[in-house]
């Protein structure tokens, strides 16, 4: 089992950037898949950004595309998503997610592909 706990976010201007960083318990986390979800107010939580079990592959919500950047620290067991440009859409509470799963991350893009959750980040982006 692995807990997940999210830092980091906080309010920006638009245009600006942000860095979360979700801390994972375990002495395996380099064997979980990893990704991030968002929730934005009165919408269902969506898909983000997932990091593959190795660490080798990625893959990004449409949306996000060339401004976020998922990656994993396994020295520290901590999982990060860098945010840039950021636009008031950003707006959202963003969840941590992991899972033994060797799939691709591209094949891992819905809430139950997960099986353990952070408690979430506010990010809140002003224009």
């Known amino acids: 089992q692995v807990q997940l706990v999210e830092s980091g976010g906080g309010l920006v201007q638009a245009g600006g950037s942000l860095r979360l960083s979700c801390a994972a318990s375990?002495?395996?986390?380099?064997?979980?898949?990893m990704a991030w979800f968002r929730r934005a107010p009165g919408k269902e939580r969506e898909f983000v950004a997932a990091n593959s079990w190795s660490g080798g592959s990625t893959y990004y919500a449409d949306s996000v595309k060339g401004r976020f950047t998922i990656s994993r620290d396994s020295t520290q067991n901590t999982v990060y998503l860098q945010m840039n440009s950021l636009k008031p859409e950003d707006t959202a509470v963003y969840y941590c997610?992991?899972?033994?799963?060797?799939?691709?991350?591209?094949?891992?893009?819905?809430?139950?592909?997960?099986?353990?959750w952070g408690q979430g980040t506010q990010v809140t982006v002003s224009s």
């Open positions: 997610a992991a899972d033994h799963s060797r799939r691709n991350p591209e094949t891992m893009t819905r809430i139950y592909d997960y099986e353990y």
């Open positions: 375990g002495r395996t986390f380099s064997s979980y898949a």
